[in-house]
């Protein structure tokens, strides 16, 4: 019986290849686009869950108060670790990490010049207990001594092939920082989907001294401490006395209410607020976004095949009223339509898993990540598709099958039935309605993401950024230096007569820097404390950039600081809200007491994501870590070569490098950016599976309205009148999904804004402009096959049955 039932289910798709295409076409859209969204968030919710005691593994972070919200850091003081271990014997192990991004490394030669290389993924500095804590595994060595002594290193085995083309290097050195370190110990390498995803580990005895010098007033986000609880002990307990903890060490009012706070690692992969060494995470809310794009998708692909299959189940009423008058139960014609629905299904899973591979070729270099469809190792994956394949089938042909077998014999025999009185008009319409919705949320969702990232391609930060490249200073100096010459202010210098070249400045960071550095301060004769952002700076640095004076003066171009520029916002949170009246008054900051010598306008100090910050800019020569360069537009190749060569006879054991800053502002949004093109796609995907509906639903219009467009041509009835016969009914449609879908796509892009400090107004013209594509697309699919059947010939159109 399933062999019969099998071959007639290969007829009738075969006989009906038109329909069958595009019902095959529409859901393999949908579940390549479902596999893909589950593959990536599998792959984020993966992260770190291969630690064997995970459940038992924290860190410590630092909270406290800003001048207008609560401001969060992964870091903590340096000296925090040790003070932890004494104090809380619940934790079996602490380990503290000083991740170093960017990093230079040099492997020394016998002969000839060492081998450099500059390390975007930076080393780490890390006790040896990070190997009781985290599960990575040591390939030769041994992980719990081999970062015991100073100027020792663990090596992952990728970086050991590249830089010694050999997997034992125990013994090797390497130099870091101008320091020399003897590899101990080779540890597999770190999967992809880890938040700690170290090459190389150097032994944080080596600067710790250093390190600790600070005391507990200084906090790097880079340097975190992690811990694992010991088992049967709740991390309550320690959570309890974290408060006294941190008031043991800190003896002078917290003004800032500064608190160290328990985050568990399952978090850190999710929580924005204080981000991970991969300089990435991804929020559950939109973990929960994509979940409901990829049901949004594949329901449409569902709806698809549930309309054209109803209305094309006239066509075989009279198979139907066979069947029956032969003896097939209704329960047995449930199963025969089900059944083809099935091989549907499966078909297109088939051609889905196809389809994703070749999409994970372009997908992953874009993502910067790397999923896999393991099909022989992932057993969820498995489950996935058999859930997806069961669901499809079951949606898609549950309703259609339901229908056909319940035509009536006498009227199945006579090919009476009616689409009105079979198809379920109203549910097809109540269907097709549903679709648009999808659509035009995913097409207005995705208007509005690009419209927020020309926002910020196009707003003004407060200062310019235009033809501005930024170039590390690989080496701190401090003021005179050595023999009494500065080499990055003769660097500065010499850059600045070259051709092609405009200006120079030195400073930690331009305007606008992934890279920030926060204090507090007061005014002279006040306890009060601000939270400010310091910006250390030379005295080109407001010229270079084009940032406005709007009162007082700029600083001397000085080593050492001798007075203050604030920002029109720190002026305004200490109570000057006229920019003059700031002038003189003196700061307290860092152990100076310095005056305010100008007020620059407001600028953007971070993405605008985030408000405007109080800013204390300074000389200090020491903590300048950028040297900027403003080009000649028309020249500017030719004039970073040569500043190359002056930067290389400077800094001869470093690798020169730059960024336009530019492009390092629009990595702010790098995230936002691949998702308004991941959204793109999705609604591309939506908006065709649709298409393919609408088209199959007209093509069958046509076919069971041929005789009555012969009569109407006949009647003297135009071409324009009977394509819009055919596009009223989904002008309509259309504007119902619209009346659904604006509402909750304003709530939902308006949350998603409000993410934003500085954005896009939800105006009218956003909806307009979805509604407007939706018709358009609609209207030309609908339009193309009535204007097809409404130009047949009325003496053909006549003579058809």
């Not at 944080?204 to 811990?227: A, L, V």
């Not at 399952?266 to 204080?274: A, P, S």
């Amino acid at each position: 019986m399933w062999r019969n039932n099998l071959l007639i289910a290969f007829r009738n798709l075969s006989r009906e290849k038109a329909t069958t295409l595009i019902n095959l076409a529409g859901l393999t859209l949908g579940i390549t686009s479902c596999l893909v969204l589950f593959l990536l968030i599998d792959y984020h919710t993966g992260f770190d869950q291969f630690h064997a005691r995970k459940e038992r593994i924290f860190r410590i972070v630092t909270e406290s108060d800003g001048n207008t919200d609560r401001n969060y850091t992964s870091g903590v003081p340096s000296v925090l670790p040790d003070a932890f271990r004494n104090d809380f014997p619940e934790a079996e192990a602490v380990t503290f990490i000083s991740y170093r991004a960017g990093s230079l490394v040099t492997i020394p030669k016998l002969q000839g010049e060492p081998a450099k290389y500059e390390e975007k993924k930076g080393v780490t500095f890390a006790e040896p207990e990070f190997f009781r804590i985290f599960d990575r595994g040591i390939l030769i060595g041994d992980g719990l001594k081999g970062l015991k002594d100073p100027r020792t290193a663990i090596i992952s085995k990728r970086w050991a092939l590249k830089y010694f083309g050999k997997e034992d290097v125990v013994g090797e050195v390497i130099k870091h920082d101008n320091l020399e370190y003897k590899i101990t110990a080779v540890m597999e390498d770190a999967p992809s989907n880890t938040d700690f995803p170290f090459d190389l580990m150097l032994s944080m005895s080596t600067i710790k001294k250093t390190n600790e010098e600070n005391g507990w007033h200084s906090i790097n986000s880079d340097e975190q401490c992690y811990f694992i609880l010991k088992e049967r002990v709740k991390i309550s307990e320690v959570e309890s006395r974290m408060a006294a903890f941190y008031k043991k060490y800190h003896n002078e009012e917290n003004r800032s209410n500064q608190a160290f706070v328990i985050q568990s690692l399952g978090e850190i992969h999710f929580d924005d607020r204080f981000g991970n060494f991969n300089y990435n995470t991804i929020s559950r809310q939109m973990l929960m976004s994509l979940t409901v794009i990829a049901i949004f998708l594949i329901v449409t692909a569902c709806i698809n095949f549930i309309n054209l299959t109803t209305a094309e189940s006239v066509k075989r009423s009279r198979e139907v009223g066979v069947r029956k008058a032969l003896g097939s139960s209704r329960s047995q014609l449930i199963l025969q339509f089900l059944g083809e629905t099935t091989l549907i299904t499966v078909l297109a899973v088939l051609v889905s898993i196809g389809l994703t591979l070749v999409s994970l070729r372009f997908l992953n270099p874009f993502l910067e990540l790397d999923m896999a469809l393991n099909l022989t190792s992932n057993v969820g994956l498995w489950v996935f598709l058999g859930s997806i394949a069961a669901m499809v089938a079951f949606l898609a042909g549950f309703y259609p099958s339901w229908v056909v077998s319940g035509f009536r014999v006498t009227q199945a025999l006579k090919n009476q039935v009616s689409l009105r009185n079979s198809s379920g008009l109203n549910l097809r319409r109540a269907l097709v309605v549903l679709q648009f919705f999808i659509s035009q949320f995913f097409i207005i969702g995705t208007i509005v993401l690009i419209s927020q990232m020309n926002f910020f391609r196009s707003k003004s930060l407060g200062f310019r950024k235009d033809a501005i490249i930024t170039i590390p200073i690989p080496e701190k100096e401090v003021p005179g230096g050595v023999d009494g010459a500065s080499k990055m202010r003769v660097l500065r210098e010499e850059v600045a007569r070259l051709s092609g070249v405009e200006m120079t400045s030195l400073s930690s960071t331009p305007p606008s820097s992934g890279s920030t550095s926060n204090t507090n301060f007061s005014m002279e004769g006040s306890d009060q404390d601000y939270r400010t952002q310091v910006k250390l700076i030379d005295g080109n640095y407001l010229k270079l950039f084009d940032l406005e004076l709007v009162a007082g003066k700029n600083i001397l171009d000085m080593d050492t600081a001798h007075g203050f520029l604030v920002n029109e916002r720190l002026a305004s949170i200490a109570g000057f809200p006229n920019p003059e009246e700031i002038i003189g008054k003196r700061i307290k900051m860092w152990g100076k007491v310095l005056p305010v010598e100008g007020v620059v306008k407001n600028f953007h100090t971070m993405s605008l994501r985030e408000p405007i910050e109080a800013t204390i800019l300074f000389n200090r020569v020491r903590s300048f870590e950028t040297l900027s360069v403003r080009l000649t537009a028309t020249r500017a190749q030719d004039a970073i070569s040569q500043i190359q060569k002056k930067w290389e006879a400077t800094y001869p054991a470093f690798i020169f490098s730059y960024q336009f800053l530019d492009e390092e502002i629009a990595e702010f949004y790098e995230s936002e950016n691949k998702m308004s093109v991941l959204l793109s796609i999705f609604t591309f995907m939506a908006i065709f599976i649709g298409c393919l509906g609408l088209f199959g639903l007209t093509t069958f219009m046509a076919n069971q309205k041929t005789k009555e467009i012969g009569v109407r041509k006949v009647m003297g009835a135009s071409v324009g009148s009977i394509v819009m016969l055919f596009s009223r009914e989904f002008i309509v449609l259309i504007a119902v999904g619209f009346l659904l879908a604006g509402p909750v796509s304003y709530y939902v892009m308006n949350e998603w804004l409000n993410e934003f400090t500085y954005k896009i107004e939800l105006g009218p013209s956003v909806f307009i402009a979805g509604i407007g594509v939706t018709l358009l697309i609609a209207l030309s699919t609908v339009g193309y096959r009535s204007f097809k059947a409404a130009v047949v010939n009325p003496a053909d159109s006549l003579r058809s049955e």
